[in-house]
């Protein structure tokens, strides 16, 4: 039981407390129902006004301790999910980047949607299934007490059926497994539909053939949803039916049998129709407990994957590197790989040696293909090399100072993201950002304003002078750009390579571009070229 140890492990609740509440609801229901039997059985004798008192009473009682009870399951199953939510960023954020495009983003979105969802609607259940299964083991001994027939009539019948309920899960769980399986399918088709949403509508034919294959896709995942609540509900009925059965057999058939049940055939049926409602609710949870317990284990399996993609990046404890602004910046004997599905090198880049100084840009060229992004990602910091060294200053950078040297290089990727605040940067002064903003000759249409940018609904062009602009505000000591002007009008490309980028050298930073702009590669300190995993220096 997972679930449960985990519930108790992780619960912030008072747990004394909790199982105090759900044994003392157990026992006010246990009470209501003798209380009414015992009304039923002195409908004529004086005294019911005291048994009315006590009715009240412990209906007040069971009122309280449910409440208290689930709502704090409620409250409980929402703390957890938190928890795991907040746990599962954490890592992602410190996860490699390599590990990180092992695992995907499709089941860390599910983590944090789907099976978060899950636990969240299914904790309240379980919890009310346990509560229930207390309830029942206090009814069973009041039926025990009144009768040891119908103790063993019910106690048969309740066996039976939560056995048989437990097989039919079992024969379930394959499909309720396939069931997942054709809705992750589902939603990946979805987020297709929605992400190219523009090239769809353009391409009538692309339209149709996607919406065909949803549309059957979706029909496997409806027969499979169908199969699977059919089954439940045949069973549900089957249970219903077999408990009015089992009331005949106690009301009808069993007095005829043995003297001594006479006498309390009327109350021992009202405590079984008392079961009802508990064996119903506990039926309802076993289901419960199977889909958190698979919810877990998916976000656990995924926590397990990003404590792994952690523990390769940050393999002993971080260490900063030396703060004195760095002279130069070195590739020695780079290599990295890259595998095919069965195992074969299917590009091998390097190995790469190479010197980028303070007060330098250099430029970096290369075909389609030649491994320049690749090397770029490892001189990032984003990707360990698989052989050889990054060097600060004549000094190979540790994997424990990687955290360190990355926060030293400000970044714009060739498909950057550009989030609308400037997180970390909050310290800046509003003018300082204002003025880079003009700069990038954004200032007409963008401005700097309590602690966000007034739009980032910007041109192509502009957006990515956005980026640019917060890298520059990060003032690192490194800058790299993977093709940046490659999408900015001729006008501001030269100011990006006349203006800018001189700017930048003259600030003593170590500026590397990515570039295929020949038409300014005099303005580069230094000219690397890539072909085919190989780089040299051309100038
Ligand atoms: N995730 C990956 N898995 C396997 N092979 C990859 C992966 N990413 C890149 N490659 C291979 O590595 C080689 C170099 O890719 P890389 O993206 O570094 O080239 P590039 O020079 O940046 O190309 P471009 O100018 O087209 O962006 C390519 O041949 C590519 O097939």
């Known amino acids: 039981m997972e679930i449960l140890r985990m519930i108790l492990s992780d619960t912030r609740t008072d747990r004394r407390k909790f199982v105090l509440m759900l044994m003392v609801s157990a026992i006010g229901t246990t009470l209501i129902v003798a209380l009414v039997n015992r009304a039923v059985h002195a409908a004529e004798d004086s005294g019911q006004f005291g048994l009315a008192m006590a009715f009240l009473t412990s209906v007040v009682v069971f009122t309280i ?11 409980e199953a929402e703390r957890m999910i938190e928890r795991l939510r907040i746990g599962i960023m954490n890592k992602v954020r410190m996860a490699d980047l390599k590990a990180m495009q092992g695992i995907g983003r499709a089941p860390i979105y599910a983590a944090l949607t789907r099976e978060a969802q899950t636990i969240s609607t299914t904790l309240p259940v379980i919890i009310i299934g346990a509560q229930q299964s207390v309830l029942l083991i206090f009814v069973s001994f009041y039926l025990a007490y009144l009768s040891l027939v119908a103790f063993a009539l019910v106690g048969v019948f309740g066996v039976c059926a939560i056995w048989f309920h437990i097989t039919r899960l079992r ?10 399986a054709e809705q992750g399918k589902l939603f990946e088709e979805f987020r297709g539909v929605l992400s190219g949403f523009r090239e769809l509508t353009l391409n009538e034919r692309r339209g149709d ?47 005829n049998f043995t003297e001594s049940y006479h006498d309390v055939v009327v109350q021992a049926t009202i405590g079984a129709l008392f079961m009802i409602g508990p064996l119903g609710a506990l039926a309802q949870s076993i289901p419960a407990v199977n889909d958190a317990a698979r919810a877990l284990q998916n976000m656990r ?6 404590t792994a993609a952690v523990a390769d990046s940050v393999d002993e404890e971080a260490e900063r590197l030396d703060r004195r602004a760095h002279q130069t910046l070195t590739l020695d004997a780079l290599e990295y790989q890259f595998e095919d599905g069965n195992g074969q090198t299917s590009f091998a880049l390097g190995p790469i040696s190479a010197e980028f100084k303070a007060g330098e840009v250099t430029f ?18 984003l990707v360990h090399p698989m052989g050889g060294h990054v060097a600060l200053d004549g000094t190979p950078v540790r994997l424990s100072q990687y955290s360190d040297y990355r926060d030293q290089v400000g970044v714009v990727f060739a498909d950057y ?42 041109s192509a062009g502009q957006r990515k002078r956005l980026a640019l602009a917060v890298a520059i505000l990060q003032d690192t000591p490194i800058l790299m750009l993977d093709e940046w002007a490659a999408d900015q009008d001729p006008q501001f490309r030269r100011t990006f390579y006349e203006a800018l980028l001189p700017d930048l050298r003259d600030q003593g930073k170590i500026v590397i571009c ?8 005099g303005v580069a300190d230094r000219v690397y070229h890539m072909v085919d995993g190989k780089m040299s220096r051309e100038r």
Do not use: C
């Open 301 to 306: 399996h995924l926590e397990e994957g990003l």
């Open 417 to 458: 993201y550009l989030f609308g605040e400037l997180h970390g940067l909050e310290h800046l002064p509003p003018a300082r950002i204002n003025s880079v903003l003009r700069l990038m000759e954004l200032s007409e249409k963008v401005r700097y304003e309590n602690g966000a940018f007034t739009t980032t609904d910007l």
């Open 171 to 180: 024969m379930l769980q394959e499909s309720t497994g396939r069931l997942n």
């Open 65 to 75: 301790a449910q409440r208290y009870v689930m709502m704090e399951s409620a409250e």
């Open 209 to 255: 053939s996607i919406l065909r294959r949803i549309a059957l896709i979706s029909e496997e995942a409806r027969v499979l949803a169908n199969e699977i609540k059919a089954t439940w509900a045949r069973e549900y009925v089957l249970t219903q039916t077999l408990f009015y059965i089992l009331l005949g057999l106690m009301v009808f058939i069993v007095p």
């Open 364 to 381: 970096i060229t290369g075909g389609n293909g030649s491994g320049k992004s690749t090397l770029f990602r490892m001189m990032t910091g």
């Open 514 to 521: 990515i570039t295929h702009d020949d038409r300014y590669f």
